[in-house]
């Protein structure tokens, strides 16, 4: 390299930054100690701008275009270095060039739970989620107030910041919008907006502008959503009645198919409930009819009144309690061995638990079972 070149290396004429990057903010001409020659080049991109540095002054700032660096678009600059009548010798400035582009999806949420008071569940604790966007609006304004000299400015640096703003005035926004938690869903576009109205001011002080902000969810204890889950399902289910009735009716096939599952007693047993709900069941589906006599629209005239309440028994054999039994599964027991006058019964209404055949209405079973069969004659 000759003199000459060597002497032209020292001075800067073409001035650019090409950004390959997603998160730098701000980024520094690397030779700002070189002297920057009248005349030079100066390219700014779109999404950029370039701002001149002069002795820890801000002097001026470039919009995107190609720009001839003279006195007559450096205008602060000359005034600083009291050229009057233009310049012809190189100068030094450090050079920033700052983005301008939107940086998005940029996440913000609660770190601890919110405590809120709402009217249906009372005290409760809620998180929220979401994004925003930003851009820097005024890079002198965001050169002075956040990057100052550092020259490789990311968003790393700054979004911890922004985010406890977003975080503090959502929740000042949401906790004091007294929308029940169960109707919060139905309102995050509201609430979107509204937090972003509030907060824009606070963005704008550091040269940004909040572009986006989104509150994409609004979430409870997972306690909480389990138990409305369950409430949830009742409201399903509907008519707990009819569907306890349903449950009964399947587990009375159950036990039929299972051959381990009590034997004669159990098979009674589930006859004995199958005998109630049908009973039940009739009675809810019969037609209703027109009564001349007393004017009234009421159920079938020819169908009698519904049967007496079916008396059912316990049984306790060895310490174990069983059933309850309806007094035919009773009978079947008796015939098959397994009730005998000594298996103690009880039944609502008794004091204390007695022999089956001290039961007036039982000891007629044992009356109609046949005497055990005499072993065969030799």
Known sequence: MGLFDSIRGEFIDIIEWTDSSNDTMVWRFPRHDNEIKNNAKLTVRESQQAVFINEGKLADVFKPGMHNLTTQNLPILSTLKGWKYGFDSPFKAEVYFVNTKQFTNLKWGTKNPVMLRDAEFGPIRIRTFGTYAMR???AGKFLK?????????????????LRNIVV??????????KIPVLDMASNLDEFSKFILEKIKGEFDEYGIELTKLLVENISLPPNVEEMLDKRSSMGIVGNLGAFSQFQAANSMEAAANNPNGGGMAGAGMGMGMGMAMGNQMGNMFQPNQFNPQTGLTGGNQNTPPPPPPVVQYFTAVNGTQSGPFTEPVLQQMAQAGQL?????????????WLPAGQVPELAALFMNTPPPVPPPVP
């Open 340 to 352: 005998t006058p000594q298996t103690l019964v009880w039944k609502n209404g008794m004091a204390n």
């Open 168 to 177: 503090t005035r959502s929740t000042d926004a949401i906790a004091g919008s």
């Open 136 to 138: 820097v609006s005024d």
């Open 145 to 161: 107030e956040v990057a100052g000299t550092d020259g490789h400015f990311t968003t790393e640096e700054i979004t911890d910041q």
